[in-house]
């Protein structure tokens, strides 16, 4: 089973994305675990502060880094190190997720702890306790929330049993460097004057495949 441990400060966002489609059946089949941990849990103050100004001025806030660092150090046993276990930070600073990195992690990781940043992000000790960091895009978005879930979903579809047909997973897009999927069709074979490739139609498998792959 791989499990994927979330530590955020708004864990309902979570909640229709992990709850629908392959993500749900996964964890139906017991092939994923999805446990979504509150920072404020790990606070100390009656308050439950997550965030400070930062030293030396700036706008917005930052979060703290004790409220993670206390998380990490309960679902770590006080870091004690694990090869099957990869503590990722979700940052637009970080690696560019792409097809390559996820199909490699699925194979050897089978606990990720995935931190979530809001406002101005968090407090640079942190990068102390992490394994990688990890960026979805360049992009200003308004948490690190979309980003776990893009990388859960796609570590997911690659686990053995999650996928109804393991052939789905043979022709991906980005599959390899610079391949792209084909163009497909269905149901009705016309529309607005649109017609399906005729080769398509001609049931001669050979020649679609060669079709198929001058088109990608």
């Known amino acids: ?13 979570f909640t229709e994305v992990f709850s629908t489609s392959i993500l749900k059946r996964a964890q139906e089949k017991k092939l994923i675990q999805i446990r979504i941990h509150n920072l404020r849990d790990y606070t100390l103050d009656k308050h439950k502060t997550v965030d400070e100004k930062p030293f030396g001025g700036g706008p917005g806030m930052l979060m703290k880094v004790e409220p993670v660092y206390r998380a990490l150090q309960k679902l770590t046993s006080n870091f004690k190190k694990d090869p099957k276990r990869k503590i990722i930070l979700l940052d637009p600073r970080g690696k560019k997720l792409d097809q390559k990195f996820l199909v490699a992690e699925a194979k050897k990781i089978q606990q990720f702890i995935l931190i979530c ?20 895009g360049d992009y200003v978005l308004s948490g690190a929330e979309l980003p776990a879930m893009v990388f859960v979903d796609g570590i997911t579809r690659l686990i053995p049993g999650v996928l109804g047909k393991t052939e789905s997973l043979l022709d991906e897009t980005f ?15 016309e ?26």
């Open 117 to 136: 940043p809001r406002y101005e992000g968090i407090d640079e000790r942190i990068l102390k306790f992490v394994d990688k960091s990890i960026s979805i």
């Open 1 to 13: 089973m791989t499990k994927f441990e979330i530590l955020t400060i708004f864990p309902e966002i």
């Open 175 to 189: 599959k390899e460097k610079n391949y792209k999927k084909y163009p497909q069709y269905t149901q009705p074979r």
């Open 191 to 216: 529309f607005e004057n649109m017609k399906v490739p005729e080769i398509l139609l001609s049931g001669n498998h050979k020649k679609i495949v060669e079709w198929q792959k001058n088109k990608n």
